[in-house]
């Protein structure tokens, strides 16, 4: 009879834990498929068959390593549908003598977990996943009271590490080549084709349709290409190293119509599903770079890098210095509703148009879409942050709520006046144009702030600067745009004014 019980959770299928590299015979882990995991958010269909698809693989690498496992599949019988009914259900009927979990990166599951162990009259106990470079509370004790910035951690973290430092200096001799990287796409450099992953996940999809879970996006089983396994996982990284790191500083900020993923890594599920981690994918970038540092420069490594163990270690401390108060900000108290568009990707503005048809086709955007498209125009439009939240967990296949949240509601909302970032990311359609080829494509005319088909960005802009005024003037980074604001003639200035009014109160029609 077994005496532990340990749960494993989806998105910690990390198969270099320590814990996996012995059998423990007297230890059951448990994976389950749950309609509490399915059903908290409307998530893509994608990221739902992709979870349970690795969650699966996983399982099954598990019991060829010779490790007991118990698989709850979604249509089974005795599923409960809630982790701790399904757990109370396992440590009756294998008389479990104590309960481990590895420890989860979400507030509510860790709170969930928490009061579950505390109320169980077995021993109880949690385990690292041994992921992160950071412990959950690295951040806010080497922050202490102080403003947090991204830079300050990343230069830590890379000292502490030794990643990319020679004697505490940065290798290279500089510790941020972000100036010199974030181009438009010059068109010259052929855009590298995406690695396709062959796999059978028409079972997966049929047990999900037939427990009706509701999910958005293409559900189609040919659709899905995202690594399911670790050896996948290794295969996308390997693709990235070979086709993209060349390019990657230099084009992380572009954007091109009908490329969803230019020079981009495609490694945010397969890292937020643990099965390959943060330090291997570094590593492997630094030992490719150095063998071919003719062609991969410094600022190419360092960018991707920074993404990796700069801003999502960031992201995570963040989360867990804030939560749970982070997960109501609302430091513009905006109350609009999310246009119905932001669900079918059916408007005439071209930006928007690409990267909310390319997330329902992929359950994918890249950064830089996801922050200044449909983030900045949630912003600008004065979206409630709740709904801007509840689209993006649900929407991309990478989205888990630490890293969900943190930058959806700190960098792109701005909702948390300014704990992530120091200034809220918007723009006109003069940004949108120097990074993307959509413009010259779009209904709407970039350089018209007002009149018939004036771009919707050129107004909302200056409604964002003028409506939050008292908030914002006395921020030293947006000071400028006030006295760019108050030189404006004030015809000018009404006609925008209106223009924005009148956007406002048809978004569902832009
Ligand atoms: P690449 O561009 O190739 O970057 C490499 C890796 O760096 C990524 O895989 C990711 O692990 C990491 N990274 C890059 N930027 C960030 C960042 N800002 N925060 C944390 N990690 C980062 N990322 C998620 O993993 N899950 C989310 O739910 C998520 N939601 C986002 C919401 C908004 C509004 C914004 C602006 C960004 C969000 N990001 C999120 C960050 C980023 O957009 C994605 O990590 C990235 O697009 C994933 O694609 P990639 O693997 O090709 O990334
Ligand atoms: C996102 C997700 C989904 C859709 N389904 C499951 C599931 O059925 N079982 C499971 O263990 N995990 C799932 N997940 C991932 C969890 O939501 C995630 O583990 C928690 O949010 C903790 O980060
Ligand atoms: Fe987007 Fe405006 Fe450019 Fe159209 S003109 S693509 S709406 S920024």
Redesign the pocket.
């Known amino acids: 009879m077994y005496q532990t019980l340990r749960l494993i959770l989806g998105d910690q299928l990390n198969y270099n834990h320590s814990c996996f590299s012995k059998v423990e015979p007297d230890v059951l882990y448990v994976l389950m498929e749950v309609r509490s995991e399915t059903d908290y958010a409307m998530h893509h269909a994608q990221k739902v068959v992709g979870i349970f698809a690795a969650m699966f693989n996983f399982k099954n690498w598990l019991v060829k390593k010779g490790h007991r496992v118990h698989y709850i599949r979604i249509n089974d019988k005795e599923n409960k549908q809630t982790l701790e009914a399904n757990l109370i259900t396992l440590i009756k009927r294998y008389s479990i003598a104590k309960f481990e979990y590895f420890l989860p990166d979400e507030y509510r599951v860790d709170r969930e977990l928490n009061l579950f162990s505390q109320g169980l009259s077995i021993k109880t106990g949690v385990i690292d996943t041994e992921h992160f470079f950071t412990t959950r509370l690295e951040l806010q004790e080497f922050f202490g009271g102080k403003k947090y910035l991204m830079e300050n951690f990343y230069r830590y973290i890379r000292k502490k590490h030794h990643i990319l430092v020679l004697d505490n200096e940065p290798i290279g001799g500089k510790w941020n080549y972000d100036q010199e990287n974030r181009r438009k796409y010059s068109g010259k450099e052929s855009i590298p084709s995406v690695l396709k992953l062959e796999k059978n996940l028409i079972d997966i999809l049929q047990e999900i349709e037939k427990a009706g879970v509701k999910t958005i996006g293409n559900a189609k089983a040919e659709a899905f290409n995202w690594p399911v396994t670790r050896k996948e996982s290794l295969a996308v990284l390997k693709h990235f190293l070979v086709h993209s790191l060349q390019h990657f500083g230099t084009y992380q900020d572009a954007m091109v119509e009908d490329h969803a993923y230019l020079f981009h890594s495609r490694l945010s599920f397969a890292l937020n599903l643990k099965m390959i981690s943060p330090k291997e994918v570094i590593d492997a970038a630094i030992a490719y770079q150095a063998h071919h540092s003719t062609i991969i420069t410094m600022p190419q490594l360092e960018g991707f890098v920074r993404q990796i163990i700069g801003w999502r270690e960031y992201m995570r401390g963040i989360y867990w210095a804030k939560m749970p108060d982070f997960s109501m900000m609302n430091f513009f108290k905006h109350g609009n509703k999310l246009p119905q568009w932001y669900w079918t990707g059916a408007t005439?503005?071209?930006?928007?148009q690409q990267s909310i048809q390319g997330s329902l086709e992929n359950a994918y955007a890249h950064h830089i879409q996801r922050l200044m498209?449909t983030g900045n125009f949630a912003l600008l439009a004065g979206i409630d942050p709740q709904l801007v939240d509840e689209w993006y967990l649900g929407i991309y296949i990478d989205a888990f709520e630490w890293v969900e949240i943190t930058n959806t509601r700190g960098m792109s909302q701005y909702a948390d006046g300014g704990i992530v970032g120091s200034k809220p990311y918007v723009s006109?359609?003069n940004y949108?144009?120097k990074m993307?080829n959509?413009?010259g494509?779009?209904?709407?005319?970039?350089k018209k702030r007002h009149g018939k088909a004036a771009?919707?960005?050129?107004s909302l802009y200056w409604h964002f600067y003028n409506r939050h005024q008292p908030l914002l003037e006395k921020n030293p980074r947006i000071g400028m745009m006030y006295q760019t604001w108050k030189k404006m003639d004030q015809g000018e200035q009404s006609k925008i004014l209106n223009q924005a009014n009148e956007y406002l109160s048809k978004l569902d029609e832009l």
Request: overall charge positive; proline content about 4%; aromatic content about 18%.
């Open positions: 005439k503005m071209k930006c928007l498209i006109s359609a949108i144009d993307s959509y413009c494509k779009c209904y709407y005319d970039k771009c919707p960005f050129n």
